[in-house]
Structures are given as structure tokens and as C-alpha cells.
């Protein structure tokens, strides 16, 4: 929807002002008005919904390097050490002066976030894991044991996850809540955006939400909690509830158009639920689309990133996914190797779970199989069933769905089972001996697998996993890490031709950053915190230079 345009924001009749509107209380969104605040601002923060976003519901881990809980773990890890692996893992994404300003301030935004109540432990897991066990809080989130990587960078666990049982999203953002309420920050609450206020010179002077009426907010709550994205398959009914949601705000909204002072802060999120800005940007991923599980809440409609657009803004990295195929837990897995339908290894099997899933959708039709003996795969059953309830539920589970629904096959030896699943068995054997052979006689692994984790397949009973892209029962969770285009300095919304936008700033996943060139598990709350309070200070600092200019008698 296009903005709208005044001529005079001192002739408008504002409902509400505010030195920094913040649109979205997620993890970037609440960054941005607690940093805000603390530079002075008067700050008011929306959400369409009760706050808490995706952050709510992740694993509430921030990447992030030579903190306290490092070297209570035994670990002395450096920024130097940092920054070398996350060049290999961000790229050209954002400048390399960004970059380091980014690593060396992790420690403190992890420190900014215990000020604000959010705790943390050096208790370390320290073995391959797509998130650590009950009591454990430390741990290697990314591909910092992979050869390919240690080969450049000494690794270290930089995964801190939020203390508290189950997933640390949920007290990560309970502890930020309280401490917004307590520094009076004005919460908006079930309160949509929807068009941007301009200046004819183009600068954002607020926006225009819809305000839902108190008596429906128990019911869109209640809409916003079924469509939880840790149901896998739950997006028909999401959809659904947007739908009905969309007809509540119709119909029991109230129009209301807030001042911004110093800037609008976007917080919103992806668009991992805009069907149209992904086939917009990437319709390849588009054919796979409807057997995905989106790890995103139904804030994440790309409605920010549409906003921003609307108003002159650039996008970038749109076509930047985050495709995961998780292995383990359970650990016994990882014995295994994944081929594609021409037989061929292609990835470490021990590689983060965005990098497996990435090279899963780029096979020819998204096709691949993990090759596991009996054993491993019997003992993948036992780890499954006893790794704890909530490992169990979310990892278990979706394993076992998977190996009953999803196409598992049996067969007597390569050539029997190549047949089972369709691909050449004269490559699938020689891939197995290729690998067997190999580490017989001492060499490195094909693919780059980290050595303590080669197992010889051996002779016997092979069982392949399917884990193709067309497989909705393999669970290939998704979401979006492109978005704005910012100014680095500043988080100010930039447009194609690289001036900023007055007035408009964006952080977390709305804004192309840190997570964009490819997602390891903390990059995200990582960089919600870091391109927040970038954006949540710069928008203090020009609404604190707007004040001082006004004449006395309108301050």
C-alpha cells in the first residue's frame, strides 16, 4: 500500500507522538526501542499481535564470541578467531569493517542483554548437535569443527543459549518484555501497521496503524496461538487465520496515525508467509514451497518489507534462504552419507543444517538420500526414543514420522537398495567403496566430513533415509534472510540508488544483514540485537537533534 503524503507534519492531527516508533516486538524490534530509550527517546513499540514474534519461539541463541561464559567453559576464544570463521560464513554480505565492529561488540550485546535480564551459562555441550540438551547452554551452533573451516579459523562454541527449560526464545524475550515495561516504553499491542506517513521530499514522518478494540484481543490471541510454527504443516492454517484476523481488524479496528519524530524503526521480521515476494525472488524454491515448515510466525508476512519498498526502499539477498534438513540428534546418523539420485556425495554430512539443506534443494529435483548400515540406523531408533521429552518432540518425533511415512527403504546391499530408490547402482556402490576405502588407507574424507565422525558402511543391510525436497514428511524448515537495504552505520533504509531514507530504518530479519549470505543458529538474535540498537540509536540521536532545533515555546 503507498504511503501517505502531507505536506506539513506539523499541520496533521496526530493521535499519538513519539520521538521513535518501533513496528514489530520481536528481537530486533524490542533491541531498537530499548536502545531508543536508553538514549533518551520517547518511545512507543507495536505489534500486530501480543509481541514476542519468531524470537519467541526460537531456540533463543546468540551468536557471539570471547564472552565470560567462554572462558568459564575453558575456552579462550578470541575476536581475531571469530572473525575469521564469520568472514568464510558471511562473505561480501556487509562490509568487512561491519563485520569486525559486529564481533567485537558480541560480548558486550551479550552483556547489554543480561542487564536486561536475560541469563546465560558456560555449561558446555560440546558434541555435533542441532541444539544442546536439558542444562546445557554453551555450544558449537555452527560449522566450526567442519575441516573446511577449522582449516581457517580456530573454532570455538559461540552458541549461547538463553538459560531456562525447553527453548530459550520464550525467556529471552519474557526477560526483554519486562524490562521495556519497565523503562516506559508505550506498548501497542494487536495494533497492525499499514502505510507509511511521507513528506513530499520523501522523509517518513510516521505511520498509520489499525488498532484492534480490547474486547477481540483474547480472540486473536488465541487465532495467533494455533498457528504455532512448531506444528509442522501448519501454514493452511495459518493462512487461514490471517484471513479471519485480517476481517477481525476490518471490522473492530480504529485508524490511528502516530508520530515519529526522530524515525520509524521496521522490526517485522521475513516473509517467510508472501507467497508473492517469493516467487517474486527465488521461483525455483517456489516449486517446493507448499511441503515446507516455515520457522516463522504469521508476522512474518513480508508486510515491512513492503512498507519500506512503498516508500522508495531496496531490497537485497531476497533470494536468501535459510532450507534445513536436520540429522542429528540423533547422533548415530551421522555415520551415514547423503547421495543424490546420480549416487554422488555432496555435502559434509556433519555441515550445519542450513548448508545440508541448501545443497539439498540444488540437486537435480531436490532429490538426496542418507545412507546409513542396520546398526545405525537401529541405534538411531534408541537415541531417538530415550533423548529426553523435549528433544524427543522436536527432533524425535519428526525422525520417526519420517522413517515410517516419508519413504524409508531396505535393501539387502547398495546394489538392492539403488534399485529401492530409484538411482544407478553401479555409482551408489562405488560411492560406498569409494568412502569405505578411503578410510581404510588414511585419507581424507571425500566431502570434507570431520574425521571422528567416519564410519565404514560396511557389507550388509543398507537403509536409505529420504530426505528429497519433495518429501513433505522429511520436514525441510524454511525461512527468508534477505530484506531492506540499510546503511551500515546508521540502519537507515536505503534506496537502489544507496541514499537513505529520512526518517526509516530497519533491523533484524526485515533488513539485509549479518544472517543474509547463509544462517548458522545465533546469527539472527545475533543480529537483531546488533542492527536493533544501531537502529534504535541513530533514531534517538535524530529525534534528540530534531528537539534541540524546535524553538522553546513548541518543544
Known amino acids: 500500500m503507498s504511503p501517505i503524503v502531507i505536506e506539513d507534519g506539523d499541520a496533521l492531527a496526530w493521535d499519538r507522538e513519539a520521538d521513535v516508533v518501533v513496528v514489530g516486538f520481536g528481537g530486533a524490534g524490542a533491541s531498537a526501542a530499548l536502545q531508543a530509550r536508553e538514549g533518551g527517546a520517547e518511545v512507543i513499540l507495536i505489534d500486530r499481535f501480543g509481541g514476542g514474534g519468531t524470537t519467541a519461539y526460537s531456540g533463543g541463541v546468540i551468536y557471539a564470541g570471547a564472552t565470560r561464559f567462554q572462558r568459564e567453559a575453558g575456552f579462550d576464544d578470541t575476536v581475531d578467531d571469530m572473525l575469521d570463521y564469520l568472514r568464510q560464513e558471511v562473505g561480501d554480505v556487509v562490509r568487512p569493517e561491519t563485520l569486525e565492529r559486529f564481533c567485537r561488540?558480541?560480548?558486550?550485546?551479550?552483556?547489554?542483554?543480561?542487564?536486561?535480564?536475560?541469563?546465560?551459562?558456560?555449561?558446555?555441550?560440546?558434541?555435533?548437535?542441532?541444539?544442546?540438551?536439558?542444562?546445557?547452554?554453551?555450544?558449537?551452533?555452527?560449522?566450526?569443527?567442519?575441516?573446511?573451516?577449522?582449516?581457517?579459523?580456530?573454532?570455538?562454541?559461540?552458541?549461547?543459549?538463553?538459560?531456562?527449560?525447553?527453548?530459550?526464545?520464550?525467556?529471552y524475550i519474557a526477560a526483554l518484555r519486562r524490562s521495556i515495561e519497565q523503562a516506559g516504553i508505550a506498548l501497542m499491542l494487536h495494533t497492525r501497521a499499514d502505510r507509511l506517513i511521507c513528506d513530499r521530499a520523501g522523509r517518513v514522518l510516521g505511520i498509520e496503524v489499525v488498532a484492534l478494540d480490547r474486547s477481540q484481543h483474547a480472540r486473536q490471541q488465541a487465532l495467533y496461538g494455533r498457528a504455532s510454527p512448531y506444528v509442522p504443516h501448519n501454514h493452511g492454517r495459518t493462512e487461514r487465520a490471517l484471513k479471519a484476523m485480517r476481517a477481525m481488524e476490518e471490522r473492530h479496528g480504529t485508524a490511528l496515525r502516530l508520530r515519529a519524530r526522530g524515525g520509524v524503526v521496521l522490526g517485522t521480521g521475513g516473509f517467510a508467509y508472501s507467497r508473492a515476494l517469493i516467487d517474486r525472488h527465488d521461483?525455483?524454491?517456489?516449486?517446493?514451497?507448499?511441503?515446507?515448515?516455515?520457522?516463522?510466525?504469521?508476522?512474518?508476512?513480508?508486510?515491512?518489507?513492503?512498507?519500506?519498498?512503498?516508500?522508495?526502499?531496496?531490497?537485497?539477498?531476497?533470494?536468501?534462504?535459510?532450507?534445513?534438513?536436520?540429522?542429528?540428534?540423533?547422533?548415530?546418523?551421522?555415520?551415514?552419507?547423503?547421495?543424490?539420485?546420480?549416487?554422488?556425495?555432496?555435502?559434509?554430512?556433519?555441515?550445519?543444517v542450513s548448508m545440508i539443506g541448501g545443497e539439498v534443494a540444488k540437486q537435480p529435483d531436490g532429490d538426496a538420500w542418507l545412507i546409513v548400515n542396520a546398526r545405525s540406523f537401529r541405534r538411531s531408533i534408541g537415541e531417538a526414543l530415550t533423548c529426553g521429552w523435549?528433544?524427543?518432540?522436536?527432533?524425535?518425533?519428526?525422525?520417526?514420522?519420517?522413517?515410517?511415512?516419508?519413504?524409508?527403504?531396505?535393501?539387502?546391499?547398495?546394489?538392492?537398495?539403488?534399485?529401492?530408490?530409484?538411482?544407478?547402482?553401479?555409482?551408489?556402490?562405488?560411492?560406498?567403496?569409494?568412502?569405505?576405502?578411503?578410510?581404510?588407507?588414511?585419507?581424507?574424507?571425500?566431502?570434507?566430513?570431520?574425521?571422528?565422525?567416519?564410519?565404514?558402511?560396511?557389507?550388509?543391510?543398507?537403509?536409505?533415509?529420504?530426505?528429497?525436497?519433495?518429501?513433505?514428511?522429511?520436514?525441510?524448515?524454511?525461512?527468508?534472510?534477505?530484506?531492506?537495504e540499510v546503511?551500515?552505520?546508521?540502519?537507515?533504509?536505503?534506496?537502489?540508488?544507496?541514499?537513505?531514507?529520512?526518517?526509516?530504518?530497519?533491523?533484524?530479519?526485515?533488513?539485509?544483514?549479518?544472517?543474509?549470505?547463509?544462517?548458522?543458529?545465533?546469527?539472527?538474535?545475533?543480529?537483531?540485537?546488533?542492527s536493533g540498537r544501531r537502529a534504535g540509536r541513530h533514531a534517538a540521536d535524530a529525534a534528540q537533534a530534531l528537539n534541540d532545533r524546535r524553538p522553546i515555546e513548541a518543544a
Open 390 to 484: 523435549q528433544r524427543f518432540k522436536y527432533f524425535g518425533v519428526p525422525m520417526l514420522v519420517n522413517y515410517a511415512l516419508g519413504g524409508t527403504r531396505r535393501g539387502g546391499g547398495a546394489t538392492a537398495l539403488a534399485r529401492r530408490i530409484g538411482i544407478d547402482p553401479a555409482a551408489l556402490s562405488a560411492a560406498i567403496e569409494q568412502h569405505d576405502r578411503d578410510i581404510a588407507e588414511g585419507k581424507p574424507d571425500l566431502v570434507g566430513k570431520s574425521e571422528a565422525l567416519r564410519k565404514p558402511l560396511g557389507r550388509g543391510a543398507l537403509y536409505a533415509v529420504n530426505m528429497c525436497m519433495s518429501n513433505r514428511h522429511a520436514l525441510t524448515k524454511f525461512m527468508t534472510l534477505g530484506g531492506l
Open 105 to 171: 561488540g558480541s560480548a558486550a550485546d551479550v552483556d547489554w542483554l543480561i542487564e536486561h535480564g536475560v541469563r546465560y551459562s558456560g555449561a558446555a555441550y560440546l558434541d555435533k548437535i542441532t541444539y544442546p540438551p536439558e542444562g546445557k547452554f554453551l555450544y558449537y551452533s555452527g560449522n566450526e569443527k567442519s575441516p573446511a573451516f577449522e582449516a581457517k579459523a580456530r573454532p570455538a562454541p559461540r552458541g549461547h543459549r538463553a538459560v531456562g527449560a525447553g527453548f530459550g526464545g520464550a525467556h
Open 487 to 530: 546503511d551500515e552505520d546508521s540502519g537507515a533504509v536505503l534506496r537502489a540508488d544507496g541514499s537513505p531514507i529520512a526518517g526509516l530504518y530497519a533491523a533484524g530479519m526485515a533488513a539485509k544483514g549479518l544472517h543474509s549470505n547463509g544462517y548458522i543458529s545465533g546469527l539472527s538474535i545475533a543480529d537483531g540485537v546488533f
Open 283 to 352: 521461483s525455483e524454491f517456489a516449486r517446493h514451497y507448499d511441503v515446507t515448515h516455515r520457522l516463522s510466525t504469521m508476522g512474518n508476512d513480508g508486510s515491512g518489507l513492503e512498507m519500506g519498498l512503498s516508500a522508495g526502499g531496496a531490497v537485497g539477498r531476497m533470494e536468501s534462504l535459510y532450507i534445513a534438513r536436520n540429522i542429528a540428534p540423533p547422533e548415530a546418523l551421522l555415520d551415514g552419507i547423503i547421495v543424490n539420485r546420480e549416487g554422488r556425495r555432496f555435502v559434509p554430512e556433519d555441515a550445519y
